[in-house]
């Protein structure tokens, strides 16, 4: 047996309504009498629940997961694309796809940003999910744009260049030249390769351009290799503290890949050249190491460890983010 629901209307469009206090009603015209459970069961029939999405008006707001999984989880995935596809190897070999990945990240940022603008309209001015979503995707979109290119020029250009040159061994730094070497990316020297120290200098221009001729004999020709440091040494003669300078088995060099830094480095080997009377025709600039190898891996581990680290703590931001948007959003519900 079912229980029936029994509802009970009064209709009188020709009598005015009272309410309670014994007033005339101005606006109803139908009164509906409501007995026992039956009020609750008619709200949940018609679906009366007095709770509205996250995205609606703030109305006795109920927290929909839905919602704020989206609002967690697509700025990041457009942090997490942009940034993977500026910052790794892809942005070496197809430079292209970086301009057509943010292009359409910016067509989506775009489309939160008239559904913003479009819900603004509709709740006069209030903040909404729709708002938070724009603003947090615009900021996940910048700083993939900015980290990622950062992690790129730093870690990755170099790793990349370096493995496109060439690699030389038993290389006499007395007897060859630097024009013979120059798409040189990894050099092994001969077992009796040094450091002259006796001819370094250093170049002072906010930092300190640190250079020492490399060299196998005690008077060569021509100093054209050159082991190269950035703010170790004091820029006085014979003054010089860069790379592994003070290990016997170091005997190999790591080409320096940096553009912005080449010149001040040869401008440093210009004022040794004026200071100690020496010639150096075709300078070619390496840090001064063991095992250049090791230094490449150090470029590798390092522009994945500082990906993987920026997609973990975008994660982490957008979530605390999130959490600080429902505890003012209820506030303000």
């Given at each position: 047996?079912?229980?029936?629901?029994?509802?009970?209307?009064?209709?009188?469009?020709?009598?005015?309504?009272?309410?309670?206090?014994?007033?005339?009603?101005?606006?109803?015209?139908v009164?509906?009498?409501?007995?026992?459970?039956?009020?609750?069961?008619?709200e949940?029939?018609?679906?009366?629940?007095?709770?509205?999405?996250?995205?609606?008006?703030?109305?006795?707001?109920?927290?929909?997961?839905?919602?704020?999984?989206?609002?967690?989880?697509?700025?990041?995935?457009?942090?997490?694309?942009?940034?993977?596809?500026?910052?790794?190897?892809?942005?070496?070999?197809?430079?292209a796809?970086?301009?057509?990945?943010?292009?359409?990240?910016?067509?989506?940022?775009?489309?939160?940003?008239?559904?913003?603008?479009?819900?603004?309209?509709?709740?006069?001015?209030?903040?909404?999910?729709?708002?938070?979503?724009?603003?947090?995707?615009?900021?996940?979109?910048?700083?993939?744009?900015?980290?990622?290119?950062?992690?790129?020029?730093?870690?990755?250009?170099p790793?990349?260049?370096?493995?496109?040159?060439?690699?030389?061994?038993?290389?006499?730094?007395?007897?060859?030249?630097?024009?013979?070497?120059?798409?040189?990316?990894?050099?092994?020297?001969?077992?009796?390769?040094?450091?002259?120290?006796?001819?370094?200098?250093?170049?002072?221009?906010?930092?300190?351009?640190?250079?020492?001729?490399?060299?196998?004999?005690?008077?060569?020709?021509?100093?054209?290799?050159?082991?190269?440091?950035?703010?170790?040494?004091?820029?006085?003669m014979?003054?010089?503290?860069?790379?592994?300078?003070?290990?016997?088995?170091?005997?190999?060099?790591?080409?320096?890949?940096?553009?912005?830094?080449?010149?001040?480095?040869?401008?440093?080997?210009?004022?040794?050249?004026?200071?100690?009377?020496?010639q150096?025709?075709?300078?070619?600039?390496?840090?001064?190491?063991?095992?250049?190898?090791?230094?490449?891996?150090?470029?590798?581990?390092?522009?994945?460890?500082?990906?993987?680290?920026?997609?973990?703590?975008?994660?982490?931001?957008?979530?605390?983010?999130?959490?600080?948007?429902?505890?003012?959003?209820?506030?303000?519900?």
């Amino acid at each position: 047996m079912q229980a029936a629901v029994l509802i009970v209307y009064h209709v009188r469009p020709q009598d005015p309504v009272l309410n309670k206090d014994g007033m005339h009603s101005q606006d109803a015209s139908v009164s509906h009498e409501y007995y026992g459970a039956v009020a609750q069961n008619f709200e949940n029939i018609n679906g009366y629940s007095g709770s509205k999405s996250a995205f609606g008006r703030p109305q006795r707001r109920a927290v929909n997961l839905a919602s704020l999984a989206v609002c967690l989880f697509l700025p990041w995935l457009i942090f997490t694309v942009v940034y993977s596809v500026s910052s790794l190897s892809i942005h070496y070999t197809n430079p292209a796809s970086v301009l057509l990945v943010e292009v359409l990240a910016g067509a989506v940022l775009l489309l939160l940003g008239q559904s913003a603008f479009q819900n603004l309209r509709q709740d006069y001015g209030q903040p909404s999910w729709y708002v938070f979503m724009f603003l947090t995707s615009a900021l996940a979109l910048t700083a993939a744009a900015f980290f990622g290119d950062s992690n790129y020029k730093t870690n990755m250009v170099p790793l990349m260049d370096i493995q496109n040159m060439n690699s030389y061994d038993v290389v006499d730094p007395s007897q060859s030249k630097g024009n013979q070497l120059m798409d040189a990316g990894r050099v092994h020297f001969t077992p009796e390769a040094k450091l002259d120290i006796a001819h370094s200098l250093g170049f002072k221009n906010l930092d300190t351009y640190c250079v020492a001729p490399i060299t196998s004999t005690d008077k060569p020709g021509n100093y054209d290799f050159w082991a190269v440091g950035l703010n170790c040494c004091s820029g006085h003669m014979l003054d010089f503290h860069c790379g592994e300078y003070n290990n016997p088995s170091a005997h190999s060099g790591l080409r320096l890949m940096r553009d912005d830094l080449r010149s001040y480095f040869r401008l440093a080997v210009q004022q040794a050249e004026a200071a100690y009377n020496i010639q150096a025709n075709h300078p070619v600039f390496f840090y001064w190491m063991q095992d250049p190898q090791t230094e490449v891996s150090a470029y590798e581990n390092a522009a994945y460890t500082n990906w993987m680290v920026g997609v973990f703590v975008a994660l982490g931001v957008q979530l605390v983010l999130v959490v600080v948007a429902t505890i003012i959003f209820a506030k303000l519900g």
